[in-house]
């Protein structure tokens, strides 16, 4: 971003427009203190005040002589950053996200900055100016004489306080000193980034030279421990050939062993042979350089890399529909590598952390050093240091997950959007609301960078493009190598039951297909999207079932916590032994998530080894990679898992996957049931059979001759897409129309009622040709504590006012939410909901 700007010298009184993370959409005006003006830029992340008591990191975008006219502006507290942290392009960027996904500005720097540049404040505590101990008329206890003797030397946080008297809450204490006028609190704020650092040795300067080095070895030689860390330093470190190499020197951890202790080392530092020192180290352990590992194409994926190049001669945006398992990736490393030897940055984006774990070693033994990883699950340092190597240009390369789009690149060649079509690239809560593979579009064309979207079931609307001629549309229809497609299966659910040959939740046909990989020393992977042990628990004497006490949904039972756990707000509590309403004892679980399978399936086969892969198992960062090496090594025979099972994952002995609950996936009350049952369906069914052998797929179902599962067993995705752009077509639903949902929100149910329907009523007033649907409850009407009311938007595509269209829905819901019954009303748009 720009400097100062030329009209504006470093005398005047100048002024700072800042974007600040609060959900208010305008800049807000602080004066500069003079010492500033000379320093200050557009881009840089400053500390300001706001309100009576808070303290903010906002974003300066602004600089300007004009004084506010409606307030009298409050000093900008500190600069944080020397140069600027965000480019120009990036903020309009931010800047066409607010507008286009109606929010504010700082909701998307707030989204977009890590939490490792944003500031926190530490409660800090300091002796009182005015505090005399020689005149005071209060007494003190010997633990408050303790805090107030250090308080002379220096401030303290509370957890000094702790350590230093012992005293382990220390409220009643700080209360006391406070009231005695002998202590003030404050808040420290502070930066939350801290680089990793890692202690390094090198010799005294004294000791480079040849002479003194001898000298140094005579001293030592009755000590062989202190001689043998020096002759050990030297090995590491040739001083003699380039003198330069000990301003470096070397990571202590090198150094030590059983002769050479810490004891040794602080013996040598103390008589100043050595000298410690701190290094800043990266967080991330990729070699150095990037070995040579060069990928070798089959003939169909060299046709479908040349395809691909072909088409961004003349289009911004190619699809890469490849079959599961067709090699989709070596193409990306061989396209991600023209890439990054024409000087340009890359940005590999994936929808699951999942997936990443498996990716990233791939990419890791072709790119080395210049790549960075991105996501949710690493810590605010972690991601920190991503951001300011994109910033830097040492990460020419990021791989990471939907805010991977927020960071700052400024010399963006090629996007690939891998797994285009999963919904999880789009933000629900909070705003901003945006969808990662469209702002990729839009960032593409701001840096005039190539984006490629692949994936085995491409999204309706992606699809549609093509259509259009918009987008590029390359397939590879084959699997690498000597692997083909698996063979589909159906158990039909209903046979089944009348016959009496259920197991459990389980068909006979996949028992047997079970058994029959386990003995073969095969694994399997079986798709269950529910987690938890069982989504319903009901009294069967009178019918009660625990509900949320905050939502309007049931409790489901998972058996590990012994507990009934709400999947919306996280309320939980015990599974009762009896019925509260009619203290019947006979409370069962009904229907069935990943955590009763894998309890069954450890009753049905005791020998194999059975893993759970579900959001319960992968809270941490290491929770996937742990999963996926067991299953990758063989030591997992079955793998249970949620939607994370479906997606990208690579495993040479599975031979079996199985389906259940795919009635439930199809028939769920949205318009994109069947387009996301199909793509589930066919995703988690490319996990089978990646190698030689044939994989088997087995899908439970009650409705086996649905039209569906015809497409699925053809992998007959064209087929399949072209059947849905009738239906949306017919419905008026995307590719051929625009939605733009609004949910209202209140805890008092009357309320959001008469304030949806009077500003809907508006809407419709204002707004004309534009289908509004609405007020109505959606499937779960109450999350939170609050009730909740849905409206929808249907714009035609043609439709030229969409901005303006926009503008009504925002204005109109301010307007009626100044008046007084209506003031604490929420009203989120969400456009393009998924």
Not at 49 to 56: A, E, M, Q
Not at 147 to 172: C, N, P, W
Not at 355 to 383: A, P
Not at 596 to 602: A, F, I, T, V
Request: with cysteine; aromatic share 10%.
């Amino acid at each position: 971003m720009a400097n100062l700007p030329p009209e504006l010298n470093v005398h005047e009184t100048l002024f700072a427009e800042l974007v600040l993370p609060v959900p208010i959409d305008r800049l807000f005006t602080y004066r500069v203190p003079a010492p500033f003006n000379s320093i200050i830029k557009v881009g840089q992340r400053a500390i300001v005040p706001f309100g009576s008591k808070k303290i903010l990191t906002g974003v300066i975008a602004n600089i300007h002589s004009n004084a506010p006219r409606e307030y009298e502006a409050k000093y900008l507290l500190e600069l944080l950053d020397e140069d600027e942290i965000f480019f120009d392009q990036q903020f309009k960027l931010y800047q066409w996200i607010a507008t286009y996904y109606m929010c504010s500005v700082g909701e998307v720097v707030n989204a977009a900055l890590p939490s490792g540049l944003k500031l926190s404040s530490e409660s800090m505590v300091q002796l009182n100016p005015s505090f005399d101990e020689d005149t005071t008329n209060y007494s003190f206890s010997e633990k408050e004489k303790i805090v107030l003797q250090r308080l002379k030397q220096e401030s303290l946080t509370y957890s000094d306080i702790v350590k230093l008297t012992g005293v382990q809450t220390i409220h009643a204490l700080l209360k006391s000193l406070t009231s005695k006028e002998a202590i003030i609190l404050f808040e420290q704020v502070k930066e939350k980034y801290k680089p990793k650092t890692e202690k390094h040795i090198r010799l005294a300067h004294e000791y480079i030279k040849k002479k003194s080095l001898e000298a140094l070895f005579e001293t030592l030689s009755a000590k062989p421990r202190h001689e043998s860390l020096i002759l050990k330093y030297l090995q590491w470190v040739p001083v003699f050939s380039d003198p330069l190499l000990n301003e470096k020197g070397v990571a202590k951890s090198l150094l030590r062993d059983e002769e050479t202790t810490d004891a040794v080392i602080r013996t040598l530092i103390k008589n100043k042979v050595i000298e410690e020192f701190s290094v800043a180290v990266p967080r991330f352990g990729f070699e150095t350089t990037a070995p040579s590992v060069p990928v070798l194409l089959s003939p169909k994926q060299e046709e479908a890399r040349n395809s691909i190049i072909q088409y961004l001669e003349n289009k911004n945006t190619v699809l890469f529909q490849g079959v599961t398992g067709s090699g989709k990736t070596e193409v990306y490393i061989d396209l991600i590598r023209r890439a990054l030897e024409g000087g340009n940055q890359v940005l590999y984006m994936l929808p699951e952390i999942a997936l990443t774990t498996q990716i990233v070693l791939r990419l890791k033994k072709n790119f080395g050093n210049q790549m960075g990883v991105y996501h949710s699950k690493f810590s605010d340092n972690e991601r920190v240091e991503v951001w300011n190597g994109v910033r830097n240009g040492k990460f020419n390369l990021v791989v990471g997950v939907r805010s991977s789009v927020l960071l700052p690149f400024d010399n963006l060649g090629l996007i690939i959007v891998d797994e285009e079509h999963d919904s999880s690239y789009k933000q629900q809560d909070p705003a901003p609301r945006y969808h990662a593979r469209d702002v990729a579009l839009l960032m593409a064309h701001q840096h005039q960078a190539k984006v490629i979207l692949g994936s085995a079931t491409p999204s309706v609307e992606s699809y549609y493009q093509t259509q259009t001629g918009k987008f590029g549309y390359v397939k590879l229809s084959e699997r690498f190598g000597t692997a083909v497609l698996p063979e589909i299966l159906f158990a039909d659910l209903s046979a089944e039951r009348k016959n009496k040959t259920m197991k459990g939740e389980f068909s006979s046909m996949l028992l047997k297909g079970i058994e029959s990989a386990v003995n073969a020393k095969e694994q399997v992977i079986l798709f269950q999207n529910r987690r938890g042990y069982s989504p319903l628990v009901q009294c069967q004497d009178c019918g009660w079932i625990p509900t949320c006490i905050n939502c309007a949904v049931s409790l489901t039972y998972h058996q590990f916590r012994h507990a009934l756990v709400c999947h919306y707000c996280g309320y939980k509590e015990s599974l009762p032994t009896q019925c509260p309403q009619c203290s019947s004892k006979r409370i069962l679980t009904l229907g069935y998530g990943t955590e009763k399978l894998q309890e069954e399936l450890n009753l049905y086969f005791p020998d194999a080894t059975v893993k759970r892969m579900d959001y319960d198992t992968t809270r941490t960062k290491s929770g996937y990679e742990e999963i996926i090496s067991e299953f990758e090594s063989g030591d997992t025979d079955i793998l249970v898992g949620t939607q994370m099972v479906t997606k990208g994952l690579d495993f040479d002995k599975v031979s079996l996957v199985g389906v259940f609950d795919a009635d439930r996936l199809m028939h769920f009350p949205d318009f994109r049931s069947y387009e996301r049952a199909f793509q589930l369906i066919t995703q988690v069914s490319g996990r089978a059979g990646r190698r030689e052998k044939k994989g088997k797929v087995i899908v439970q179902t009650a409705r086996p001759s649905h039209s569906l599962f015809q497409y699925v067993i053809e992998h007959n995705v064209d087929g399949f897409l072209q059947k849905q752009l009738e239906d949306r077509k017919q419905n008026f639903y995307p590719p051929f129309s625009r939605l733009i949902g609004i949910t209202f929100k209140h805890s008092d149910k009357k309320v959001v009622q008469e304030a949806a329907t009077a500003i809907t009523e508006n809407y419709k007033a204002k707004i004309r040709q534009v289908n509004i649907l609405g007020p109505s409850e959606p499937m779960i009407s109450k999350i939170r504590n609050e009730f909740l009311l849905q409206v929808l938007l249907k714009i035609p595509r043609d439709q030229g006012h969409l901005t303006e269209i926009k503008s009504i829905l925002a204005n109109t819901a301010q307007l009626f939410l100044q008046e007084k019954k209506f003031r604490t009303v929420k009203v989120i748009f969400d456009v393009d909901p998924a």
